[in-house]
């Protein structure tokens, strides 16, 4: 991992912590991920949280401030930015959560808080807007965002959630693979595909799978690939 | 069914059929709803189809043009809508069909053409655009179009594909019945949700599922309900 030198000798590290899903079957509410959370924020206390991926914002707030207090971590507002010592942007449905931080011109501050050092992690819906885009989120539209753009703070794209094909369905909906064969169709981007339970820890442009099963990477011509937890993934996105 | 009448004394009637999906477990391409498509055709010949949903526009043509002869029908191009005796837009991605829409202006035609009587089939992504806007698809947003509105052919939102939960599955990403109750936290319009092998035979405000399953009818607030095939939906739509 190479540290950005800043011109006033300030160095400086864009670190994500990008969590596929906070729920996994087997495991309670952001359980899974817990060491990777506990090491990634290291001696960082203050967390401020953003909660526009759900409905009921308060709710959202209560049960993730609860969670992060068993980890002795202490959850403030999105609003209060400017205190915190790292961002937590969690799950939810995509659409709402990119139209409430334009709606809230919170995209450039974050963007700039993060690129300025500050821990990001994100679960689910808060990992696939630090993507260029959105466009590989498996939510439905309910809302209409000014723009597909995201925060951009990674080069390729996210599918959180991936899912194998149940070779016993019946059903003749587009499987997740076709569908991100369909994103190839229009996109160049390499996408990666996130298995539940699984995560990518960004330091810069280094960026490692950790969890317990493999990435699926797509690449627009080139059959998908899959590559193991612990596994650095950057020889595959350029 | 009511005919309106307009001033000149010309008859005018909506007539939409809208299927869930163009295959069906069993069944070929298009196979299952061939009975109802040339009832819905009657003496109609000449087909304007649509292609936009697809990537391969040409592939996609031959091989609607051929399954529509063996019906007895011929497949004219979209851009020939004048010469149109019916219109068929196919299945594929919603957000790339509406998008092409758009690009070509033909949302405004396309709308003006069916309500001054051309019978409309849609399948999949053909049957969402009747809808007022797009935010009940399945479809990943692999590109992005100027709004998600779109034909507004019916008042209400349509869920193709529709599909039960597993109960056996240990997957945590929502299910389809979780991404509806979604849309009704942030829009109060209700959606029919259309499981693969039904279809909707619209003529005006007349409503009616054909196949071979129930549908599953969300309205905001209220328990989703299942309504069984060759009922007619109207009373639970207002």
């Given at each position: 991992m190479l540290a950005i030198t800043r011109p006033g000798g300030q160095s400086c590290v864009v670190q994500l912590l990008l969590i596929s899903s906070s729920n996994v079957h087997g495991y309670g509410f952001l359980q899974h991920p817990e060491p990777q959370i506990r090491r990634f924020l290291s001696r960082k206390r203050r967390v401020a949280f953003c909660p526009f991926a759900a409905h009921d914002h308060d709710a959202y707030i209560a049960k993730v401030r609860e969670r992060f207090a068993q980890m002795g971590f202490e959850i403030i507002p999105i609003e209060d930015l400017d205190r915190a010592e790292a961002i937590f942007v969690g799950g939810g449905n995509t659409f709402r959560l990119l139209k409430k931080l334009y709606e809230r011109n919170l995209l450039d501050v974050i963007r700039q808080r993060v690129r300025a050092g500050t821990p990001y992690i994100g679960s689910s819906a808060g990992t696939v807007?630090?993507?260029?885009?959105?466009?590989?989120?498996?939510?439905?539209?309910?809302v209409e965002a000014q723009s597909l753009n995201s925060l951009g703070l990674i080069a390729f794209q996210l599918n959180c959630h991936f899912l194998d094909p149940d070779?016993?369905?019946?059903?003749k909906g587009e499987t997740r693979e076709q569908r991100l064969l369909e994103f190839h169709e229009e996109n160049t981007t390499p996408v990666v595909g996130l298995r539940e339970g699984t995560m990518l820890w960004v330091e810069n442009d280094s960026h490692r799978l950790l969890g317990e099963k493999p990435a699926r990477i797509f690449r627009q011509g080139k059959e998908p690939i899959e590559v193991g937890p612990g596994k650095w993934l950057d020889e595959y996105l350029r």
């Open positions: 807007i630090t993507c260029p885009t959105i466009r590989t989120t498996n939510d439905m539209p309910i070779p016993n369905s019946t059903h």
